[in-house]
């Protein structure tokens, strides 16, 4: 056990001399792994703090249904019925406004006022306004609800505005996929820069790994401290990306906090939780090393 510890404490301190032994090299290898990390990062933070922007926004609790001008108040009756008993799991109340009285409403705004008193007769149709029982369940039951009440021979038009808000669940959906690939890509990007430097620092290395192996070094041996230099890499990009992500998202806060103000609601810029990025620090850091080993194994002096 204590050799087994004495020739990892090694390889590390091999991989520490090495990383310093070529600075400005080292440095710009980590840079451009941590701004590689760090869009990710970003991407993955912007998104967990949009969605519960996304959760405060009314989903479609509200429709508004226009009743046909030859509608009797028989119809009207029985309209109420079912929206009271048929339909009552899925609306919660319901208020119905006749035509005079949504044309008083537009008379009072000053905006309407003049251009409706020169019209003789009241172009404006009777309506329900329902709310929805369930907010959580409304995207849902709305398709069924909208195609039962428009059955209905009182009913003129189902008028509800949930275009956008698919439309926004669509947005969501495409940046989850699309930083998912993106992930994918920087893994590649890490795998890359590792394997290239992994194979120079070998070729510079090559006359001393030589008389290694010429005094009995095994393999294991040798390659160790190619592992802890890419995993090294690994460990000071991603810390760097968590820094260069943290400065980032800094200036995005206040542009943030106004997006979310014109909604009444408070939202704030904000990492993941420790233990995913902890995870994928981890990642990060396996990755490098698989790629050192890979980058090691394919080098003509130390074969698998």
Do not use: C
């Amino acid at each position: 056990m204590m050799r087994w510890l004495r020739q990892h404490r090694y390889a590390l301190r091999v991989a520490l001399i090495r990383l310093g032994a070529r600075p400005l090299s080292s440095i710009a290898n980590i840079i451009v792994l941590a701004l590689a990390l760090a869009v990710p990062f970003i991407g993955w933070s912007l998104l967990l703090s949009t969605q519960p922007l996304a959760q405060h926004i009314p989903l479609a609790t509200e429709l508004t249904v226009f009743v046909q001008a030859q509608a009797t108040p028989a119809e009207r009756q029985q309209f109420d019925q079912l929206l009271q008993n048929d339909l009552g799991t899925w609306v919660a109340d319901f208020e119905f406004i006749s035509q005079e009285q949504a044309l008083a409403g537009l008379k009072d705004n000053p905006s309407w006022a003049a251009a409706l008193n020169v019209l003789e007769d009241n172009p404006l149709p009777d309506a329900y306004i329902i709310q929805l029982a369930g907010p959580d369940d409304a995207q849902e039951q709305l398709p069924q609800l909208i195609t039962t009440l428009e059955a209905q021979p009182i009913v003129e038009q189902v008028l509800v505005d949930i275009e956008w808000l698919e439309k926004l669940d669509t947005l969501l959906s495409f940046a989850q996929q699309a930083l998912f690939f993106l992930s994918l890509g920087v893994i590649l990007i890490v795998i890359g820069t590792v394997f290239n430097t992994i194979r120079l620092q070998a070729l510079n290395h090559q006359e001393e790994i030589t008389v290694a192996r010429l005094v009995g070094a095994t393999e294991d041996f040798v390659r160790r401290p190619f592992l802890y230099f890419g995993a090294l890499m690994g460990l000071a990009a991603s810390l760097l990306a968590l820094l260069m992500g943290g400065v980032a998202l800094g200036f995005f806060a206040t542009t943030f906090d106004r997006i979310a103000s014109s909604y009444h609601i408070h939202l704030d810029v904000h990492t993941p939780d420790y233990l995913s990025l902890l995870l994928a620090l981890l990642v990060v850091v396996i990755v490098a090393a698989l790629a050192a080993r890979w980058s090691v194994g394919k080098h003509h002096t130390y074969p698998l």
